[in-house]
């Protein structure tokens, strides 16, 4: 009788150990609000939208994330997120293959001759796996870019969707190449080291690679990308460096080439948070013998589809966020500048950029909050009308 006790006992205690070894979590962001989005384009031409979406302040997500102990110090992990589409727009897609000219930071925008997946309103945003020690920690997959890690050291908006600030002013989305967030979120086929942290520092790096070549394989389209970050934690102040380089090549000839240096942080005094944000880089084209539909280049490189062709752009960000009770106070500002050339020989056009954005957000609970938000953005050429955009909202989001 007491043999059984004690095997059962053993048993038990075994299998509690089992359960200790792994975990699964599987969390995500609902978010539901009412925005107006205004946009002028100083000609006398102003178009208004008003909505309720999805997604309003907080990109809506569901996510699994997993660790399991594999003994000696050395850990396993994986990851897989997914971005919930608001109001019933169909999002991102999940691509089958890599299609012709895509980029490997697998931008929102792919060619038209693509032949993708599609998966309802549901957009891939991390699926990675890895492993970590002693020597730190090694992931491979789609996963979120070190630079991207470093914005949001000093990003006081939690990268919201709203207007008015740096991170939702993308380069990707504005035509007209005067956007002001450089840095792509996430990329495909990456490979990242992050050291351990020894006295608050850690450094980290990513490459990925990517190949898409044509039916006939008489074209190759290729990618290659590089990042990385040093960030430094100690008490209430957060800082980080990062660098982003990606280049595309067509045709195993033409080429596009972003660089992007981010410079960002913030220092808790407690009654208040202030952060800061640097962003400054280029983009530039090397394309003029692109002449066939085999050889389309990626969308993105739209701003810039002539030989030669470049944009620079310098971008500083300061941020405040006062803490009273349950609710946060948080407001932003921007000002930069970006200089455009359509050809190698062409003349420089200049363009101001400012913004600023005014955020409150009460806790309802740990995980549920009301938000209002206000913010506007403006490129002021040197000559002709600026555009400006504006955009308000309201909303409750709840994370689980």
Excluded: C
Excluded at 61 to 68: A, D, I, Q
């Amino acid at each position: 009788m007491k043999k059984s006790l004690l095997a059962l006992a053993a048993m038990g205690a075994f299998a509690g150990t089992a359960q200790a070894q792994s975990s699964v979590t599987v969390y995500g962001v609902l978010d539901l609000g009412l925005s107006n989005v205004t946009n002028d384009n100083g000609t006398n031409t102003t178009s208004t939208r008003t909505t309720a979406e999805g997604g309003a302040y907080t990109t809506q997500r569901l996510g699994v994330m997993g660790k399991e102990d594999l003994g000696k110090g050395l850990s396993a992990s994986f990851n897989f997120e997914m971005g919930l589409g608001g109001n019933g727009a169909v999002g991102n897609k999940l691509r089958a293959a890599a299609p012709t000219g895509t980029t490997v930071a697998n931008s929102a925008t792919v060619p038209s001759t693509s032949t993708d997946q599609t998966l309802g309103d549901l957009v891939v945003r991390q699926q990675n796996i890895g492993l970590a020690g002693s020597f730190g920690s090694v992931r491979i997959g789609r996963m979120t870019s070190l630079a991207d890690v470093v914005i949001g050291l000093g990003d006081v908006g939690g990268g919201n969707n709203f207007a008015g600030r740096v991170y939702s002013n993308t380069a990707a989305t504005s035509a007209s190449g005067n956007g002001t967030n450089l840095i792509s979120a996430r990329s495909d086929r990456l490979i990242e080291y992050v050291s351990p942290t020894m006295s608050g520092i850690s450094v980290g790096v990513q490459y990925g690679t990517a190949s898409a070549p044509t039916s006939a394989r008489t074209v190759d389209n290729s990618a290659v990308e590089f990042g990385a970050m040093v960030r430094y934690s100690a008490g209430p102040l957060n800082v980080g460096v990062g660098l982003q380089n990606h280049k595309d090549t067509i045709a195993s000839v033409d080429q596009r080439e972003s660089t992007a240096f981010v410079v960002a942080g913030s220092y808790d005094f407690k009654v208040a948070q202030a952060f800061v944000n640097y962003q400054g880089g280029e983009v530039k084209n090397d394309y003029g013998t692109v002449t066939t539909a085999s050889q389309t280049q990626p969308t993105t490189s739209a701003p810039y589809a002539t030989a030669g062709a470049s944009n620079k752009r310098s971008i500083s960000e300061i941020g405040v966020a006062v803490p009273v009770g349950a609710l946060r106070l948080a407001a932003s500002f921007y000002i930069g500048a970006s200089e455009a050339k359509t050809s190698e020989a062409g003349a420089v056009t200049k363009t101001d950029l400012t913004g600023y954005q005014a955020a409150a957000l009460y806790s309802l609970s740990k995980r549920t909050n009301l938000y209002a938000v206000y913010g506007t953005t403006k490129a002021s050429p040197p000559t002709g009308a600026a555009t400006t955009v504006g955009d308000m909202g309201v909303g409750v989001r709840h994370s689980f």
